[in-house]
């Protein structure tokens, strides 16, 4: 059975954050049923798009006394409003035995995670799906129908892929099979029985998420997730023959969009060169090529093969799958030209046609296949090595892959349970453990760009003296962290049983408490904020009985740390300290002060990378003026900027905050390569690509 259909789009508005509410933003999205308005705040011109769904849930809720956002108005959509359009269709799918695919596209910060994943008790999309797919397998009560359901969890980032369920923390291989397309190798699929295991091997996967993306220096909103849930229905008839119903569900947070498309203004060529991009570009490329398709304009060739993100959602991507994309949108009006180009790639998206197929055949039949197949293979290597020419590598490997894939139909599915029934009792008892820990001891918990990584990390600090370093072979760290500017044993923090302080355990050990750096050691307090090396956040959360008011951590986001470093370096008095009825120039001020302290980690990062690959380069961002002051000495129009020196030469340059961050994508690039090789590739540095000696 075939089913030609369209991609589904819905998108979905977000309220204004903290930042946006204090620069003033104007929203400039408006919703009626289907359809989305957007209006230019430059011009007050507006454009039409129609969708699937248009979801407002910028305003028209309140927060209940669980912490759910209910609609106070029935223009609201929420959490479960979302799931009923989107997610009931993903599973009836897989019952029906289609493959389905969900991805949010959207700008960092938009929403993606939150409609996918959700925050706390507001569940997402993926959560409640995969609750629901276990409530309806409970309910059916038919004996000769068994049900399978396993889970896979990876990260792509800079074209790697990482297995987040997996404790190694090596780079996976896509493959190709005939049958298959393209896959993983060796990629973890654990077989789960309830609703609680799955939310487990979230955790799990978000907390390697949250160690990865700083050990890497990157963020996780750089790199694209994608969750597997395979559900297969075994079928027995009476006389004992089998049949197999199977459906791959693919959920996909990807990364932030603005990379492909705003900095881009700035005219940066090297921007397009940078493998941080290229899933995401040429997962553009994909939707256009598949929209021009399908529209019958012209015939192009789909660049599948271009990035590793497209490889792994061919099907989804105009293949055999029902496939919907919720883009996530920010309603401000600082962001109108990302919004825009959200909705017009969301709107070319639509135009996709899939062809989904019901995956369903008899079980011996899948075994016949792989034993024909393994047969054939055979033959081949035999004739090889007959030919004396040596065995062809590949055919080898996929003659493994086949004989794994056999094995795994032939193993039984309590089996499988049992194995990682052994798998998760051994890893239960080590979260009990740390659990226990965080109950009884101070902790340090991470802060995160993304506040979906926030808190996610705790180590325990008992008392007597917890060193923390990034090397584990220091025979002292009781604590790994990983980042930049952390050095092999980084700081002491001893817990006298009633009193904890810290120490950096070097002079070059960077240590900032509360926004002021520290040399010597210090006593901390409940709720002090540390920031160890270029980028590594902790909130200190103090003894137990100092823990009265869980609420109070909450204030204690990322945007405090940055604002609160911001100040520390005199930001408040550089702008001079607004008066109240200024209006526009008061906004103004904010506006570029969010700025600031929105560049500011990031600088501090690159000066990091900059200084360990030995490069003579320095970067500080500073306020410059773009028109004189009035009449009244305000600042009339500022603008963020980054100062870049040549500690040799003495050469500066000026970067605009666009050119920064494009450039900074290269040069993260850069240092994972020196990280991973302990060097830099001698031939990108003298063909002029190394971003750091090629300034300009
Ligand atoms: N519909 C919504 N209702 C309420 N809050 C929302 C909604 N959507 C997003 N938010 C809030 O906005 C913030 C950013 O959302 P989110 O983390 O989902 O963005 P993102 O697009 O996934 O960003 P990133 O690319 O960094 O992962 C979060 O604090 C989240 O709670």
């Known amino acids: 059975m075939s089913d030609s259909d369209s991609v589904k789009v819905a998108v979905r508005v977000r309220p204004f954050n903290q930042r946006e509410k204090a620069a003033n933003s104007k929203c400039i ?56 359009d989107l997610g009931q269709g993903v599973l009836n799918n897989a019952w029906a035995g289609y493959n389905a695919a969900l991805f949010a596209y959207g700008q960092t910060g938009a929403g993606k995670s939150y409609s996918m994943v959700g925050y706390g008790i507001n569940r997402g999309i993926v959560p409640i799906t995969c609750d629901e797919l276990f409530t309806a397998i409970s309910k059916n009560e038919d004996k000769e129908r068994q049900y399978q359901v396993s889970f896979s969890m990876l990260e792509i980032y800079n074209e790697k892929v990482r297995d987040l369920l997996s404790k190694d923390s090596k780079n996976l291989t896509v493959r190709q099979s005939p049958k298959q397309g393209f896959y993983v190798e060796n990629l973890k699929q654990t077989p789960v029985q309830n609703y609680k295991e799955i939310e487990r091997l979230m955790d799990q996967g978000t907390k390697n998420r949250t160690t990865a993306s700083t050990n890497m220096n990157a963020t996780s909103s750089r790199s694209h997730m994608v969750i597997t849930v395979r559900f297969k229905q075994v079928f027995i008839n009476a006389s004992g023959e089998s049949t197999t119903k199977s459906s791959e569900i693919n959920l996909v947070d990807l990364a932030g969009s603005e990379r492909a498309s705003s900095t881009g203004a700035t005219g940066d060529r090297l921007k397009e ?164 820990m965080i109950k009884e001891h101070p902790y340090l918990q991470n802060v995160n760009e993304d506040p979906y990584l926030s808190g996610v990390v705790k180590h325990a600090l008992p008392p007597g003296n917890n060193y923390l370093g990034n090397s584990k072979s220091e025979t002292g760290n009781s604590i790994f962290i990983r980042g930049l500017g952390i050095l092999a044993c980084h700081v002491v923090m001893s817990n006298s049983g009633t009193e904890i302080s810290i120490e950096p355990v070097s002079p070059d ?66 702008l001079g300290t607004p008066r109240l009825g200024e209006g526009a120039n008061e906004a103004m001020d904010k506006l570029v002060f969010q700025d600031f302290v929105q560049l500011m980690p990031k600088v501090d990062e690159v000066n990091a990378m900059s200084k360990d690959m030995n490069k003579a380069m320095t970067f500080q961002p500073i306020i410059k003026n773009l028109a004189s002051h009035d009449s009244l000495g305000n600042n009339k129009e500022m603008e963020v900027e980054v100062l870049v020196t040549n500690t040799l030469t003495n050469q500066v340059w000026m970067w ?41």
């Open 656 to 696: 605009s905050k666009a050119k920064f961050i494009n450039r900074k994508f290269l040069i993260e690039e850069l240092y994972q390569q020196y990280m991973e090789e302990g060097k830099l590739d001698v031939e990108q540095v003298s063909s002029g690509e190394d971003v750091l000696s090629n300034i300009h």
């Open 29 to 84: 999205l408006s919703m009626n049923g289907s359809q989305t308005v957007i209006t230019d705040p430059a011009t007050g011109n507006t454009k039409m798009f129609g969708f699937d769904q248009s979801y407002w849930s910028h305003d028209g809720f309140k927060e209940d006394d669980n912490g759910i956002y209910q609609g106070t108005d029935s223009s609201y959509a929420d959490q479960r409003r979302v799931f009923n």
């Open 509 to 574: 050990a960077k240590v900032v408490i509360n926004g002021q750096q520290i040399m010597v050691k210090t006593p901390l307090q409940h709720l002090d904020r540390l920031m160890l090396g270029s980028n590594c956040l902790f909130l200190y959360v103090g003894y137990p009985a100092d823990r009265v008011n869980q609420e109070e951590m909450k204030q204690y986001s990322y945007d405090f740390f940055q604002q609160e470093l911001a100040q520390s370096q005199g930001m408040t008095t550089l």
């Open 273 to 436: 060169g940078s493998a941080i991009n290229q899933s995401l570009s040429t997962l553009g490329n994909v939707i256009s090529a598949l929209a021009d398709n399908s529209s019958g304009k012209k015939k192009v060739m789909v660049p599948y093969r271009n990035s590793v993100l497209t490889k792994l959602l061919q099907n989804a991507l105009g293949g055999n799958s029902k496939t919907i994309m919720i883009a996530a949108l920010s309603p401000a009006d600082i962001n109108y030209e990302e919004t825009l180009s959200t909705l017009r790639y969301a709107d070319r998206a639509k135009k996709i046609k899939n062809n989904a197929v019901v995956n369903e055949s008899p079980t011996d039949r899948l075994i016949r296949e792989l034993k024909e197949e393994n047969a054939r293979l055979m033959a081949k290597l035999q004739g090889q090595d007959r030919g004396g020419k040596g065995r062809d590598e590949e055919l080898e490997r996929m003659l493994q892959e086949n004989v794994r894939q056999m094995s795994d139909i032939q193993m039984t599915w309590e089996k499988k349970l049992e194995e990682a029934r052994r798998e998760w009792e051994q890893s239960q008892a080590q979260v009990s453990k740390e659990d226990m």
